[in-house]
């Protein structure tokens, strides 16, 4: 089965979103990322979002494609994992202190060597107060919609966002090691999320992603969490 840490899940994170537009004289990245935020449910909302599971299916090839389940909870705790014969089965986690997946050799899960979790929320969210400057670059496209591309910077980490012009929800995502294209906005919880997701390693392939159920901070039991 093939293995694929879906990092650009960031329940968030994925986390994200719908604004209302103003004018192109008044832009800046503060103001793009603000509305950003505010439209797609509210800086409030998004901070007191503490755990999330989010139910669909997820497609690694032709050939491969499994019910996808995804358990996150503030501020790095993560189970992803596919659902084959009834059973989750661990494609990647977190359980604080060390990253976790299946080995089909040994049939159990096995430590992953110096994983980097994901955060549970984007780094969009509260930027600033993470260390990372924004520069709003101008306009750009992505598939034919035009958008404004705003690039969050951290040392050497780099992400750079697309935002629709005309309704400021997040078109794309690239970070080092994928790329991400969000579609079909749907709110859960009054908040936005996008319900599918196609990411593209940098080191090849392609996933495809679509959510049918998002819970908003749902009691997760620690056990999810024990690998």
């Known amino acids: 089965m093939k293995k694929c840490k879906m990092s650009g899940i960031r329940w968030s994170m994925l986390f994200f979103l719908v604004l ?16 950003h935020l505010e439209n797609s449910g509210g800086i409030k909302n998004w901070r007191n979002l503490n755990s999330i599971i989010l139910k669909g299916n997820v497609s690694l090839s032709l050939e491969q494609s499994f019910p996808l389940i995804v358990y996150h909870r503030r501020p790095y705790e993560k189970k992803v ?29 096995i430590k992953i060597p110096d994983y980097q979790p994901d955060s549970f929320e984007s780094d969009i969210l509260d930027y600033q107060k993470k260390g990372f400057d924004a520069q709003y670059i ?3 496209k ?3 919609k035009e958008c404004y591309k705003i690039i969050l910077t951290k040392f050497t ?8 012009v005309t309704d400021y929800s997040l078109l794309s995502e690239e970070n080092k090691d ?5 579609y079909d ?11 599918k997701t196609i990411g593209q390693p940098k080191e090849g392939g392609e996933y495809v992603i679509n959510f049918s159920e998002v ?10 969490f024990k690998f």
């Open 185 to 195: 906005y749907k709110s859960f919880g009054g908040l936005q999320f996008a319900t």
């Open 81 to 109: 994992a596919f659902i084959i014969k009834g059973k989750e089965v661990l494609n990647e986690g977190y359980d604080g202190e060390n990253g976790w997946t299946y080995s089909e050799i040994t049939g159990k899960n």
């Open 178 to 182: 994928e790329k991400l294209f969000y």
């Open 157 to 164: 980490n780099k992400i750079t966002y697309c935002f629709s």
């Open 142 to 144: 992505v598939e034919n």
């Open 20 to 35: 209302a537009g103003f004018s192109l004289s008044a832009q800046t990245a503060e103001n793009i990322i603000s509305r």
């Open 138 to 140: 101008g306009k750009d």
């Open 215 to 224: 819970l908003i901070n749902p009691s997760i039991d620690n056990k999810v």
